[in-house]
């Protein structure tokens, strides 16, 4: 079994920062790649960004390219969203997700087997 364990979140103003951390622990055979998703009230969730654990590829969705950053630390099985710039509109749950295999379907929610608790951002003045 694996575990997503997320840090970090809270309540900031327009056009402050916040950083996400994700700790994947447990029967880790292999690590393709690890994402960050939303999900705000009454919304579906939404993709965010993708990091490819061999190389470290990123994508990123298009609302948030420019602003968001997503990283990866190997030796401790890590990943972290810095979100700058950020605006009312990025409130929303924020889960971590981890991918075993080859997916060319990243941006979907079903190409992930694992998934973090979960992590409160409000962004409002």
């Known amino acids: 079994q694996v575990e997503l364990v997320e840090s970090g979140g809270g309540a900031v103003q327009p056009g402050g920062s916040l950083t996400l951390a994700c700790a994947a622990s447990?029967?880790?055979?292999?690590?393709?790649?690890m994402a960050w998703f939303r999900q705000a009230p009454g919304k579906e969730r939404e993709f965010v960004a993708r990091?490819?654990?061999?190389?470290?590829?990123?994508y990123y969705a298009d609302s948030v390219k420019g602003r968001f950053l997503i990283s990866r630390n190997v030796t401790s099985n890590t990943a972290h969203l810095q979100m700058n710039m950020l605006r009312p509109e990025d409130t929303a749950v924020y889960y971590c997700?981890?991918?075993?295999?080859?997916?060319?379907?990243?941006?979907?929610?079903?190409?992930?087997?694992?998934w973090g608790q979960g992590s409160q951002v409000t962004v409002s003045s």
């Open positions: 997700a981890l991918s075993p295999k080859v997916d060319s379907n990243y941006m979907s929610p079903a190409a992930y087997e694992y």
């Open positions: 447990g029967r880790i055979s292999n690590i393709y790649c």
């Open positions: 990091i490819a654990w061999r190389n470290g590829i990123t």
